[in-house]
């Protein structure tokens, strides 16, 4: 990867992270909306479309800080574990999990269980999908360190957006760092030339060697 490839990837992760949020709080953030449309206020309505655009940037840059120790990361835990790596990651995800229903619930005890088990299940869920993409387009053994990336790495990046009181700003933020971690997973190994190369079109034009004549 050069260069040139590194700084498109950034910045397109960094606009898709921008355009998801402000995309996500058209419909959290809908009352904050409608207060300078009736009556209209341009001004104020422009300053609410930069602020929340740039909350995007700042959970895109969140999302590819977290993509890029997971890297390191992933090469740490081979050195280490080696064979043994990806069962520790199955094993980190399982805790993961866990601690999206455990520690929610308790910290808001009038929100029932179910939310925050359904919560974890569609992240679950979700990460499963994408790192079935990523193993059919690249390797099986890929799929366990997309799942950990995507479920594992997600929520530790999310948790600065789940201490805030409210729900409104954890929304904000998931959808962001989902979007920002899936579109890094897929396009690495794009960049990165591991796509089967295709073959050439062009003809090639069978010349017959010429014989020189033997002596007599």
């Keep these: 990867m050069n260069t040139r490839k590194l700084v498109r990837f950034f910045l397109s992760t960094f606009f898709l992270g921008g355009l998801v949020g402000l995309m996500t709080s058209f419909f959290v953030k809908a009352e904050d909306y409608a207060q300078y449309l009736s009556p209209f206020n341009l001004w104020e309505l422009f300053g609410l479309v930069m602020f929340f655009l740039g909350i995007g940037f700042v959970f895109s840059a969140v999302s590819q800080t977290g993509f890029f120790a997971y890297l390191f990361l992933n090469r740490l835990g081979l050195g280490i574990f080696r064979i043994y790596w990806p069962t520790v990651q199955v094993v980190l995800i399982a805790f993961v999990i866990f601690d999206l229903v455990y520690f929610p619930a ?18 679950l869920g979700y990460g499963w999908v994408v790192a079935s993409i990523k193993a059919k ?8 360190p997309a799942l950990f990336l995507m479920v594992a790495i997600t929520t530790v990046e999310w948790i600065p957006g789940m201490q805030v009181e409210g729900t409104d700003y954890a929304i ?26 295709k073959e050439g079109t062009g003809k090639q034009k069978n010349t017959p060697a010429k014989v020189k004549p033997g002596k007599a």
């Excluded at 029932?112 to 992240?123: G, K, T």
């Excluded at 387009?137 to 366990?144: D, G, H, L, V």
């Excluded at 920002?180 to 897929?186: E, F, K, P, R, S």
């Design 106 to 123: 308790r910290a808001m005890e009038d929100v029932s269980v179910f939310w925050f088990i359904l919560m974890a299940l569609a992240i």
């Design 172 to 197: 904000l933020m998931i959808f962001p760092l989902l979007a920002c971690n899936t579109y890094q997973l897929l396009m690495l190994h794009r960049l990165q030339g591991d796509e089967p190369a």
């Design 137 to 144: 387009e690249t390797k099986r053994s890929a799929f366990i």
